[in-house]
């Protein structure tokens, strides 16, 4: 690199400007000077960017014509909210169409709605295990089968060999909220009962009589998404009939091609199976989305990008 | 618009092309290298009088400094040259046309160069104007008509209906909807999706609510079709009732996140490894955790990427007493003892939890609500947070400074010139009871515009009425947003 095309090097600014420093008026001047420099400098840019705007006709681009404001004011009322309306009057209800099931839906009540047409929630497991419970015409021989896997003593018990074969769902426990974010190790509000499962029936557990039994009154299509039984009535509008046919097909005749082939696979890996309940079951494809981990998100970030 | 310079410009970008102009711009305008800085130090005074100003400018055909003092026209009549580039912005002078003239080729070259000296300088940004396009002129020229957010104005602002005890997600809506940079971005329509028109992207649902709010219409939105989006994606949230606000939001950004991948080419996905989806951007954080050793004193360190950050609320009166407690040093006891790899044994140790990176967004979460399994509690302690929040003191750089013991010198630690002062914008809050309660949101819609959102109906609010409230979910935005250079 050739050395600076000027009469002094930067070494020698350094030392010159420590010189010169030294004397307290010179140090003011020169204090005064870069602040008006300073201050020029930015006035300047404003009178450029001003000045461009005004040349090249993008302050009067940007600018265009104001909207007619008086429509959008906000109303200064105790008795108002900033649009006008009345806060004693209740909002007119309106309808929606369902998204899941396409129905028209009252807007105030379409959270209960979409709760139980997804066929989800906390609750619509209790409310199913009450349902099943209630309409149940043999009461203490179910009480046995709304209760959790996890503590099901008769688990590893010989009686329920034959049922095992025939099983095709699963009742897993697998219902805990994707804890994603850390910073809060725990967040403990408003959700406490939302990790235990509160009793789903499952038809593995039932004998063939109680199933036949429980399928005479509910609709009993496995959910998709909660792996529960439809508790609704026989002719519930959620399911079809060729669905209600499957599933009874497969959960009341053993000799059905499906469920033996699963039976014979259930035995191949051996029984009785391992501890650990889940990875016992015949595993369907349904359940291996469940198992999805959840999306990790990448350590670090910092500001945007610049947006142009 | 009309930037195309002058006939003498055209003239001479016709003979001698930019390269005259990019020259003095790298190297006496915006210095792009350390070499120029040099160039620019030593050189920049006026040929004829010897001094640094007024006003300096270069000819451009024979790079002659000059002030415009009369040196430049005194140059301009001697050598007949007319185009003169001002050295502080680099905006070039016609002594012909008498005046600053503006070409598109020229500013677009400047722009260029201020980037890129920013990134020399390992400086953010600096504040550019927008500079529309072709076709962005030609949108402003056909249409008119300007929108204008003011404080008075209803616009921007929307009541959301309650859906049957769905107060919990119209206060997350309304947080998001008012957080300054996320209704830049879809605003901006930043958001190109290729599920697009499917309904399937919670992503787009939101880029829809934002039209729905600066519509200007007045009647209650309906948010059936998000909430049903959120539900599909977020299972676990399940069913409605007992909603909470903070774990909806949690999953709100979750879904978002996920969906924000939908118009984005695997190969941009990610750069350096870490996601840069709006959402990422805006709200996410690195949360560092020191453990050290008592007997050795070494330190194991991880980073941990955060969303919000949730506070325990009994004891400190205020939100930075209890960011305080948040970032101290923790002894962790002789019962849980952690294996040191240095020692390779059990030890004792501290751990202390900081602030490694910041997010855009600081979210805060007030841990109100104790479940144990005697008791379920609310804990309405009073806590105290502030309009404007300074996170300096709860940073992972400051917090070791202090440590050592430098902050109270002048020995500046590393990134004390950052800017880390944040804005509240929303709040939640929760009233009543755990099995009875309700959901507002108090939020800003500009600088000292506050309003309440309590469902469908939305009343301006003092911020005084703010900061009195009692605060569940608390949202702070940074105040000085710095930006990174992307050079071409």
């Given at each position: 690199m050739n050395p600076i095309a000027s009469e002094l090097s930067m070494n020698d600014l350094n030392n010159k400007f420590f010189e010169i420093m030294q004397d307290e008026g010179v140090a003011e001047e020169a204090t005064n000077f870069i602040y008006e420099s300073v201050f020029d400098d930015v006035t300047v840019g404003f009178l450029f960017e001003f000045h461009h705007g005004l040349k090249t006709g993008l302050t009067e681009l940007i600018e265009g014509e104001k909207e007619e404001e008086d429509v959008y004011k906000i109303v200064n009322s105790p008795e108002c909210d900033v649009f006008g309306f009345s806060i004693l009057k209740k909002t007119p209800d309106s309808n929606c169409s369902c998204p899941n099931c396409e129905r028209p839906v009252s807007a105030t009540r379409f959270a209960p709605h979409l709760e139980k047409c997804m066929g989800m929630g906390r609750n619509s497991s209790r409310i199913a295990s009450r349902r099943i419970a209630s309409n149940s015409r043999e009461p203490t021989s179910y009480a046995g089968l709304l209760s959790d896997d996890e503590d099901d003593a008769d688990w590893a018990g010989g009686s329920l060999q034959n049922e095992r074969r025939k099983r095709r769902i699963k009742n897993n426990n697998n219902r805990k909220p994707n804890k994603l974010h850390n910073g809060n190790s725990r967040n403990n509000n408003g959700n406490s009962n939302s990790d235990a499962n509160d009793g789903g029936a499952t038809y593995e557990t039932m004998t063939a009589n109680e199933k036949k039994n429980l399928l005479l009154q509910i609709c009993g299509v496995v959910s998709e998404h909660t792996k529960k039984l439809c508790t609704r009535s026989t002719r519930c509008p959620q399911h079809t009939e060729d669905q209600r046919r499957a599933l009874r097909n497969s959960v009341l005749e053993p000799s059905t091609p499906e469920s033996a082939s699963m039976g014979a696979a259930a035995d191949e890996a051996g029984s009785p199976p391992d501890s650990s309940p889940s990875s016992s079951c015949s595993s369907s494809s349904r359940k291996r989305d469940r198992h999805k981990a959840p999306p990790k998100i990448n350590k670090r970030n910092k500001e945007p990008a610049n947006r142009d | 618009m009309n930037d195309n310079g002058c006939i003498h410009l055209n003239n001479f970008k016709a003979a001698k092309g930019t390269n005259p102009y990019k020259i003095v711009h790298a190297f006496f305008v915006s210095c792009t290298s350390f070499e120029a800085r040099r160039y620019k130090a030593t050189s920049c005074l006026c040929f004829a009088c010897g001094q640094p100003g007024p006003r300096m400018h270069s000819c451009l055909h024979c790079i002659y400094f000059a002030c415009y003092a009369g040196h430049i026209q005194e140059h301009s009549k001697a050598k007949k040259h007319f185009l003169y580039v001002?050295?502080?912005?680099?905006n070039v002078f016609c002594t012909q046309c008498k005046d600053y003239i503006y070409d598109r080729e020229l500013t677009e070259i400047a722009m260029n160069h201020r980037l890129k000296e920013a990134k020399s300088l390992g400086i953010s940004v600096p504040f550019m104007p927008w500079l529309p396009n072709t076709n962005e002129a030609l949108a402003l020229r056909r249409l008119r008509k300007r929108r204008l957010i003011g404080p008075h104005t209803t616009i921007g602002l929307r009541g959301l209906q309650n859906l049957g005890s769905t107060c919990f997600m119209n206060c997350i809506v309304q947080t998001l909807i008012h957080t300054p940079l996320l209704r830049d971005y879809f605003l901006g329509e930043k958001h190109k999706c290729k599920a697009q028109g499917t309904g399937k992207c919670l992503v787009c649902e939101v880029s829809k609510l934002f039209q729905e709010f600066y519509s200007g219409a007045k009647t209650p939105l309906t948010l059936h079709r998000l909430l049903h989006l959120i539900w599909t994606h977020a299972r676990h949230l399940a069913g409605y009732e007992q909603q909470d606000a903070h774990e909806f939001f949690i999953a709100t950004l979750d879904v978002l996140h996920r969906h924000c991948?939908?118009?984005?080419?695997d190969t941009e996905k990610k750069e350096n490894g870490r996601c840069n989806c709006i959402i990422d951007q805006i709200f996410t954080g690195g949360l560092q955790s020191d453990v050290v050793c008592t007997s050795c004193s070494g330190v194991s360190t991880t980073i941990d990427p955060f969303w919000d950050i949730s506070l325990d609320v009994a004891g400190p009166g205020s939100l930075q007493a209890c960011l305080e407690r948040f970032t101290r040093a923790e002894h962790?006891?002789?019962?849980?003892k952690i294996k040191c790899s240095n020692c390779r044994a059990y030890r004792e140790s501290t751990k202390q939890l900081t602030l490694e990176t910041l997010p855009i967004v600081a979210s805060f979460h007030l841990k109100r609500f104790e479940h144990s399994s005697q008791i379920d509690r609310k804990i309405s302690a009073f806590v105290s947070f502030p309009a404007e929040l300074d996170m300096t003191p709860f940073m992972s750089t400051h917090r070791r400074a202090v440590d050592v013991g430098v902050a109270d010198n002048n020995n500046a630690p590393e990134g004390i010139f950052e800017d880390n002062r944040y804005s509240l914008f929303a709040v939640v809050n929760h009233l009543g009871s755990l099995d009875a309660g309700h959901y507002t949101a108090y939020v800003r819609q500009m600088k000292g515009s506050w309003f309440k959102c309590d469902d469908h109906m939305i009343t301006r609010a003092s911020l005084r009425e703010v900061l009195d409230s009692e605060g569940y979910l608390l949202f702070y935005h940074k105040t000085v947003l710095e930006y990174e250079c992307e050079v071409s």
């Open positions: - | 001002d050295l502080s912005y680099g991948m939908n118009g984005v080419e962790l006891g002789s019962a849980a």
